[in-house]
C-alpha cells in the first residue's frame, strides 16, 4: 500500500511567487491534514478536510494560503504571494473515518522563499 | 490554550543506555497521547499512541510510553539505545478523535558508540 505522497520535495521561490503543494493521501482516507514546520517552532495545524470538505481550516496563517481537495482525493495547498515566512517544512497527513487515531504522515515539501 | 511541552530540544545518550524523552501537556482534560519520530529524509512515523486504555503503552523498536494523569506527563522510555534510535521525537496530542494533532517542540535523539 502506498503510503502518504507529497510533491514537490523541494521548492525554492522568490517573495511575491505563488507555489503550490500537492499531496496525495493514503487511499481510501477521507480526513486529510495539512501541517507546517517553521525552522525552529513546532510543527502546526493548518486545516483538515474530511473528504472534499474544510472540517477545520482555523490554523491557515492568512488569506494567502489556499487549500482545496476537488473531488476528496489529493489536495493542493498554494500560497500566493508568498514571504519570507511562509519558509518552512509543509507536511500532510490523512487517516481513515471511523479508525482515525493515527494520522499518517507524508516526508514533506521543503519550502523556501528568498 | 492546549500545549505539549518537550523538554531538551536535543538529548544524547551513549548506545546501551537508558532513552528518557520528557513530555507534558496542559489540560485538565486527558486528551489522546501520541509519540512520532522522524527519521532523516523521511516522513513522521507513530511510534506508539494512549487512548485510554492502558496507561502504560508499548510501540515500535521496543519504545514505551505511561500517561500519568496526575503529572500530566507523556514520557517515552527505551532500556536501551540502538544507534539507529538517533533521530527526532515528537510528542503529540488531540482532544477528539480525527482532530488536529497539537504538536511539542520535538527532541533530536543523537546516540553516541
Known amino acids: 500500500e502506498a503510503g502518504v505522497t507529497q510533491f514537490p520535495s523541494h521548492s525554492v521561490i522568490e517573495k511575491g511567487q505563488t507555489v503550490t503543494l500537492r499531496c496525495d493521501p493514503i487511499?481510501?482516507?477521507?480526513?486529510l491534514y495539512w501541517y507546517r514546520r517553521v525552522m525552529g517552532k513546532e510543527i502546526k495545524f493548518l486545516l483538515h478536510?474530511?473528504?472534499?470538505?474544510?472540517?477545520?481550516e482555523s490554523g491557515m496563517p492568512n488569506n494567502r494560503f489556499l487549500a482545496e481537495r476537488t473531488g476528496g482525493t489529493y489536495s493542493t495547498l498554494k500560497v500566493q504571494p508568498a514571504e519570507l515566512e511562509d519558509s518552512g517544512v509543509y507536511f500532510c497527513?490523512?487517516?481513515?473515518?471511523?479508525?482515525?487515531?493515527?494520522?499518517?504522515f507524508g516526508p514533506g515539501t521543503r519550502l523556501t522563499v528568498t | 490554550a492546549q500545549s505539549v511541552t518537550q523538554l531538551g530540544s536535543h538529548v544524547s545518550v551513549s548506545e546501551g543506555a537508558l532513552v528518557l524523552l520528557r513530555c507534558n501537556y496542559s489540560?485538565?482534560?486527558?486528551?489522546?497521547l501520541f509519540w512520532y519520530v522522524q527519521y532523516p529524509n523521511q516522513g513522521l512515523q507513530l511510534l506508539l499512541k494512549?487512548?485510554?486504555?492502558?496507561?502504560l503503552v508499548k510501540g515500535i523498536n521496543g519504545f514505551e510510553a505511561e500517561f500519568k494523569k496526575s503529572e500530566t506527563s507523556f514520557h517515552l522510555t527505551k532500556p536501551s539505545a540502538h544507534m539507529s534510535d538517533a533521530a527526532e521525537y515528537f510528542c503529540?496530542?488531540?482532544?477528539?478523535?480525527?482532530?488536529?494533532?497539537?504538536f511539542g517542540q520535538g527532541t533530536e535523539l543523537s546516540v553516541k558508540p
Open positions: 497527513a490523512s487517516s481513515p473515518l471511523g479508525d482515525d487515531y493515527e494520522q499518517y
Open positions: 487511499s481510501g482516507h477521507d480526513n
Open positions: 478536510f474530511v473528504k472534499e470538505s474544510k472540517q477545520d
Open positions: 489540560s485538565s482534560v486527558p486528551p489522546y
Open positions: 494512549y487512548t485510554s486504555a492502558a496507561t
Open positions: 503529540a496530542v488531540n482532544y477528539n478523535q480525527g482532530g488536529k494533532l497539537i
